[in-house]
């Protein structure tokens, strides 16, 4: 059973090398939670594969320090797709 999990994390650490994908990413496309990816990539596979590991922080790294870049273009894109008067339903000023 232990070797799953292992070969898992090393999956994982391959699959965010490859497409520069973030912990979210790499969670949808194998069907876990970002809590088991991130387990996973900071924890077991620095015993599993150390190399692999310090190559997925750095993925990692450049994704946190992009995150809030992202999460503001998907704000924008947000209520720039918003009907004018949304939100403001109920209200009569």
Do not use: C
């Not at 292992?6 to 496309?29: D, M, P, S």
């Not at 992009?66 to 894109?77: E, K, S, Y």
């Amino acid at each position: 059973m232990k070797g799953i999990v292992e070969e898992r994390a090393v999956e994982l650490g391959e699959y965010i090398i490859e497409n520069k994908a973030t912990v979210r990413k790499a969670a949808k496309k194998f069907g876990v939670s970002k809590s088991t990816v991130h387990k996973d990539v900071a924890q077991r596979l620095k015993y599993v594969d150390p190399q692999l590991y310090k190559e997925v922080k750095s993925v990692l790294e450049v994704n946190k320090a992009q995150r809030h870049i992202r999460g503001g273009m998907a704000t924008r894109l947000k209520y720039k797709k918003e009907p004018v008067g949304a939100g403001t339903a109920g209200h009569n000023g």
